[in-house]
């Protein structure tokens, strides 16, 4: 986020860690029934506003909105190429990698749009808003971490930190919006809820450590190459 401007990064924060949230979390708490789709388009909606915003002093370029369908692309298909697994999904560790290569921006949108059109295969319903502001919010952070850091090439580091995000953010957000639509929040039924997602979540969590050990770097060398060439995401050209 280096090459933007205090606006910009004041929105861009505010859209990601205030508004969409709360915007689910009002959903959940009062439309969880009905209207999901609609609670999804907005989310989409809202992710875009920032990174529009990103191009504040030129043109977006069409390569650019290739890259971000690309990469949204190969993260759907990372996790519908395990659709007969549940717990083993490298969905999150692909938005992580376009995250750490192309920043905040790319890295929440193709994790909040990834979710909404493999939900397609997967199922929608009521859980699709929440996982799509888990997996945006996993790439999002991913970048606050590593975009244009020296350290973004450091297996194990990426890997801890990408499997730890995983865990804590997706997996927190989903498994809390489940308490909020139990409507039970007694210590038990709580404690039952968060126990209940444990597995899963530590398997996702492991899954995404395990490939972003064998993939971010090589990928990342790959995207270097191509913002060198052609000028993407440069946060030099958006001062």
Known sequence: MQGQSAKTKALTFLTFLVIVPLSVFVFIKFFSSKNYLACAMLIII????????????????????????????????????????????????LVIVSAIAFGPNVGFITGAISIF??????????????????????????????????????????????????FL????????????????????AVLAVYGSGLSFNLIHAGTTALVLFFINKPMNDKFSRLRIKYGIFSSKKLR
């Open 117 to 166: 059109v493999s939900n397609f295969i997967f199922g929608q319903g009521i859980f699709t808003p929440p996982q799509m502001l888990g997996m945006g919010l996993v790439g999002f952070l991913s970048a606050i971490v590593f975009y244009e850091k020296k350290y973004a090439a450091n297996r194990i580091l990426v890997s801890i930190v990408g499997g730890l995000l995983c």
């Open 169 to 188: 953010v997706y997996g927190l957000i989903v498994d809390s919006c489940n308490v909020i639509l139990l409507g039970n929040y007694s210590p038990k």
């Open 46 to 93: 809202l992710s875009l506003v920032p990174f529009f915003a990103w191009f504040e002093k030129r043109k977006i370029k069409t390569s650019e909105i290739v890259t971000v369908a690309m990469m949204i692309a190969v993260s759907i298909a990372g996790r519908a190429a395990f659709v007969f697994i549940p717990q083993v999904k490298p969905m999150c560790a």
